[in-house]
């Protein structure tokens, strides 16, 4: 079956301008992750969403950063006021169940390069 | 915090040597482990994985050991090939991953 879609592939905006991430994740997996991969600092968790629970917000790294999942599927990470430092690639993943003491395989998805100019 | 530390690379090895990428962890409680691998220019993929202490993760010929009283989860295999050239990443948690910085490895032929 289909894996994690992310779009766009490439993203290039301007310092201070907004963008918008996609995530499709694989189809009936409740649990849904959003990481970011950079140089300087490696991988790192940002959200997590779980079925109808408030997601863990706890990586976020300022406020500029939000995320939302549609109808428990589909999300989106948005990113306000873009500076430099927020180049990377953003990793979307999704898994079967997620949710307290359930171990479950997290599919990646491609990401998407941001370039912040 | 919980973190992940893994052998730092490049490494480079010739086809059909033994390959050993250490991995230690520190951690609250005892995590799931994983190992995870990002061919060139694919997504980042599961490799292996072990839920508790002495489980054995393996796949594709590698594999990893939990070790709690080391708290470390090494990555070997017997006999590398070209095909495992990759970035190799050691992981913790169970939804909150934690990662380390990745071993980018190179098997010349």
């Known amino acids: 079956g289909a894996g994690v879609s992310q779009s766009p592939s490439n993203k290039v905006t301007e310092k201070g301008k907004d963008v918008e991430l996609r995530c499709d994740p694989i189809?009936?997996?409740?649990?849904l992750y959003w990481y970011r991969q950079s140089l300087g600092q490696g991988l790192e968790f940002l959200i997590y969403f779980q079925g109808n629970s408030a997601p863990d917000k706890s990586g976020l790294p300022s406020d500029r950063f939000s995320a939302e999942r549609t109808g428990g599927s589909v999300s989106t990470l948005t990113i306000q006021r873009t500076q430099q430092e927020d180049s990377a690639v953003y990793l979307c993943?999704?898994?079967?169940?997620?949710?307290?003491?359930?171990?479950?395989?997290?599919?990646f998805g491609p990401g998407t390069r941001l370039t912040v100019l | 915090g919980n973190s992940v530390t893994q052998m730092e690379g490049p490494v480079t090895l010739s086809e059909e040597a033994f390959l050993t990428i250490n991995c230690t962890y520190t951690a609250t409680g005892y995590p799931s482990l994983f190992w995870y691998v990002q061919y060139p220019g694919e997504g980042l993929q599961l490799l292996l994985k072990a839920t508790k202490a002495d489980d054995k993760g393996s796949n594709k010929g590698f594999e990893a050991t939990y070790r709690k009283e080391t708290t470390s989860f090494h990555l070997e295999k017997g006999s590398v090939q070209v095909s495992d050239s990759a970035v190799y990443f050691c992981?913790?948690?169970?939804?909150?991953?934690?990662f380390g910085q990745g071993t980018r490895l190179t098997i010349n032929p």
């Open positions: 189809s009936g997996h409740t649990a």
């Open positions: 993943a999704s898994s079967p169940q997620g949710g307290p003491g359930i171990t479950d395989t997290q599919y």
């Open positions: 992981a913790q948690g169970a939804q909150k991953l934690v």
